[in-house]
């Protein structure tokens, strides 16, 4: 398969050879993920009396993090699913980027789970003493069944791009490289038939995804839902949860747009309209989420029930920054920055990503902690300091570490692969995709 | 040059066995937390336990294998018994019924518990001291009313003191844990009562424990007096009321069904993925031998 040599040129820039920016970024966040490693082997070693979780508040940092990631995979396989679906011209430099969230986020997430359970030796018990009943059984199945899917999806997307690397001449990677183009794209050469067959298989697992995020996110959601807890026990927890995904992968999605753009310079593939759109986007599903979110706090609050009223208390009190930043700053800002016409920048739109994505880092964090910190059925005789959580350095570096894995795994796939789709790229002319 | 290497070597050696030393004088022992406990039973059992336990970074954990010595007395001390600790650090003995234990004016009788200590743990003694009291519990049911009715007396130059404003408590045992039904304060009398709740599930026949006890009582020790009584409401766990529900063993139907067709659909769709796959490397393979064909 043949592709426009500039267009394969500038869509590969570590695909041949790494730069020393690489090499620095890559492990400067090696370096942060090492000293998370060193906080899961002192937990492993000491047990979680190490981490801020207690009798009391018994998930912490572990599980917003598990939430938030699991979160920003939905959002990358909605994004592009959707914009798949729908054909839309602009989406082609954007939609690769969305589907690596999905996959490496699909990734990150369940390890989160895993250093929280107390019992790892006991982590098969899942699987071969399952009870259907359980939403977290439940949640089991659909992690499997999303990762399954979106690699799929991920790698039918790839086929392209790996069969244009395969037959690209100036292609001066080593050997291994190359036996690796060639056996990843499957002989595929861009005939009709070839495409047909692709395109139908793309366009079932773009439905698919979409379904199954919905489902997965759903099914994390009535973990939450399910349960008598005050602040959790709410029928519109599955599809708050899904729209505040959304809402952080997109945020997500600008900020990997500006950083792969202004690192590799393709101001030319990916454009203010880019920006524009998926910053609509984010505006609106925005809007969607200070809905759910007034929604289920009014109900919350009109109801009157005494542990939904102490919890709401609590918000307003000791959390109160917090829930302020989460849910009117990291709604209202973006929507400002966006809606007007005369802010719509591209470093305006990535700030107002970046405000989204931390705000709904906290509103992870505000969803799980002051509940556990007001339980439903008080709990008697607890030593006073395991009221209320606070996370311990441990809990910090795993929080980082997540993060600087998800940073490290982008940067080896822009070692293999591109991270704009050439073959999208390719397909139309350059003029449609930006007009 | 042998001298000075003979010399060197006698060095070496001297600061290596000094420096052993003060390292070992440096090893700091563990200190010991010993707690004695006295238990009276139904059975009129008396039992003295002694739990050895130490703290490390804010964990209680126990001290096994260690030598514990009981006493009795207040100056005159009399060993009652020794014994080791077991793995929760705990050891009883149990007072043979015709021991003699000389009471004090106030009849108090003293115990002790010591442990010697050893190398790596310092030595460490507890005492007690406790009034032998008679724990009489009667259950009735006037009017229908669930009654457990408690009387306490120490026995004094002949006559029965009642154990006026002690808490009694009454328990019930569940699953995992003791279920308290209340707290009987004794009045001037030394007796009290309290209603039972109706409405405790019991075994299958509604047989169900009832416990009534001094707990931690500062002159008493641990006193307790234990009955079964068909008080329960007959309950058979074995065969729960439903056989598929959200607690059991089995799911409900409606939940298997509901799960295999959506997993079936999905796992279907990614089959004809893999299998466009397929297809597609079947076709590069074709093409692939036409071609070399060709050539």
């Known amino acids: 398969m043949q592709a426009d040599n500039k267009l394969i040129k500038d869509l590969t820039p570590e695909i041949e050879k790494t730069s020393l920016k690489w090499y620095i970024t890559f492990f400067t966040f090696l370096g942060f993920f090492a000293l998370g490693i060193y906080g899961l082997i002192q937990q492993i070693d000491k047990g979680h009396i190490v981490t801020g979780m207690r009798d009391n508040v018994v998930w912490g940092f572990y599980i917003v993090n598990f939430i938030f990631f699991m979160g920003l995979s939905y959002s990358g396989a909605l994004i592009s699913g959707v914009l798949h679906l729908f054909n839309t011209g602009w989406r082609k430099p954007v939609i690769r980027m969305a589907e690596l969230i999905t996959i490496i986020s699909l990734i990150i997430g369940p390890f989160f789970i895993f250093f929280c359970i107390g019992r790892l030796d006991r982590l098969y018990f899942l699987f071969i003493h399952p009870r259907i009943q359980s939403p977290i059984t439940w949640d089991v199945i659909a992690i499997m069944t999303d990762l399954v899917g979106c690699f799929i999806y991920l790698y039918l997307s790839f086929i392209e791009d790996f069969a244009i690397l395969r037959d690209y001449k100036g292609l001066k990677v080593p050997a291994w490289k190359k036996k690796l183009y060639k056996i990843l794209s499957l002989g595929f050469n861009g005939t009709e038939k070839e495409l047909k067959i692709l395109a139908n298989a793309r366009t079932i697992m773009s439905v698919m995804i979409i379904a199954i995020a919905i489902i997965v996110y759903s099914v994390l959601a009535w973990i939450f839902g399910v349960t008598l807890q005050p602040g959790w026990h709410s029928t519109i927890f599955g599809p708050y949860f899904v729209i505040a995904a959304v809402f952080s992968g997109t945020g997500l999605l600008i900020i990997l747009m500006w950083i792969f753009r202004k690192v590799y310079h393709l101001e030319e593939y990916i454009t203010k309209r880019h920006f524009v759109n998926v910053g609509v986007l984010l505006t609106v599903i925005a809007a969607f989420y200070g809905y759910f979110t007034f929604s289920d706090y009014l109900t919350k609050w009109y109801g009157s029930i005494k542990m939904d009223s102490i919890l709401i208390d609590k918000l307003f009190s000791d959390y109160y920054s917090l829930f302020i930043f989460a849910n009117y700053i990291g709604i209202i800002l973006p929507c400002i920055i966006i809606a007007f016409p005369r802010f719509r920048t591209i470093p305006n739109i990535t700030v107002a990503a970046v405000i989204a994505l931390l705000a709904l880092w906290v509103n992870r964090y505000i969803i799980v902690i002051p509940t556990l910190e007001t339980p439903f059925l008080p709990i008697q005789d607890t030593r006073p300091d395991w009221i209320n959580y606070s996370p311990t350095w441990v809990e910090w570096s795993l929080t980082l570490a997540g993060v600087s894995i998800f940073v490290m795994l982008f940067m080896l796939v822009s070692k293999i692969a591109p991270i704009i789709s050439i073959s999208e790229m390719q397909e139309q002319d350059k003029d449609e995709i930006l007009k | ?295």
């Open chain 2, 1 to 295: 040059m042998k001298k000075n290497i003979s010399f060197t070597l006698l060095l070496i050696f001297s600061l290596i066995t000094v420096c052993s030393d003060l390292y070992s004088q440096d090893k700091t022992l563990i200190s010991p937390y010993i707690q004695l406990q006295y238990f009276k039973n139904t059975d009129d059992q008396r039992i003295l336990k002694t739990t050895l336990t130490y703290s490390l970074n804010r964990m209680e954990l126990p001290l096994a294998g260690m030598e514990i010595t009981f006493y009795s007395g207040g100056d005159k001390k009399e060993i009652l018994g020794t014994g080791l600790t077991d793995d929760k650090g705990a050891v009883k003995l149990e007072l043979k019924d015709d021991l003699k234990i000389a009471a004090d004016d106030a009849g108090m009788w003293a115990f002790n518990t010591e442990f010697k200590g050893n190398d790596t743990i310092e030595a460490a003694s507890a005492d007690i001291s406790v009034k032998d009291v008679t724990l009489e519990v009667t259950y009735t049911e006037p009017d229908s009313i669930k009654t457990v009715t408690v009387k306490a007396y120490t026995s004094g130059q002949g006559k029965e003191l009642p154990a006026s404003g002690e808490p009694v408590l009454v328990y019930v045992p569940r699953m995992f844990s003791l279920l308290q039904i209340g707290e009987i304060t004794l009045d001037d009398n030394g007796t009290g009562s309290i209603e039972f709740p109706g409405d405790l599930p019991g075994d299958k026949e509604g047989n169900i424990t009832v416990i009534t006890r001094f707990e931690e009582n500062a002159t008493f020790g641990n006193v307790e007096k234990q009955v079964q009584l068909k008080w329960g409401i007959p309950t058979d766990y074995s065969h729960p009321t439903t056989k598929r529900a959200l607690w059991t063993k089995t799911a409900p139907r409606w939940m298997i069904y509901t799960l295999t067709i959506l997993l079936s659909g999905v796992w279907g769709h990614y089959l004809f993925a893999i299998i466009s796959l397929i297809r597609i490397r079947i076709l590069a393979k074709r093409r692939e031998e036409e071609d070399n064909y060709g050539k």
